[in-house]
């Protein structure tokens, strides 16, 4: 998987691309938790280019969030493919996170 950091708006947005599952879930584990350690607050994840998701990439979305809420800090998800979306709903987590379309209409 590859994870490319992108500021805007003094907002951290993670773009994704490959598969986010057991054996790439703890890179993204460290990149989010170096940004927490680094100040930000509000958090996005762009699944635009990531072809699939598993329960190990969840956990690590729900540990965020978890920390965030300590911190009233914020996580949203945007560009979620039919295949990432079908997880999301099925373990609902369409209702723990807001979903957007777009990087812009998060950052909105």
Do not use: W
């Not at 607050?41 to 809420?69: C, H, M, P, Q, W």
């Not at 609902?92 to 957007?100: A, C, D, E, L, R």
């Amino acid at each position: 998987m590859q994870i490319d950091l992108d500021t805007k708006e003094n907002i951290s947005v993670f773009n994704l691309k490959g598969r986010l599952d057991s054996n790439t879930s703890p890179e993204l584990e460290e990149v989010i938790a170096s940004q927490l350690e680094n100040g930000s607050s509000s958090l996005i994840i762009n699944f635009e280019n990531l072809d699939y998701i598993s329960s190990a990439g969840l956990r690590v979305l729900l540990a965020t969030a978890k920390t965030l809420k300590r911190s009233s800090g914020e996580l949203a998800v945007c560009n979620l493919n039919e295949t990432v979306m079908e997880v999301f709903e099925i373990s609902g987590f369409s209702t723990i996170f807001p979903v957007f379309d777009t990087v812009a209409d998060a950052l909105a």
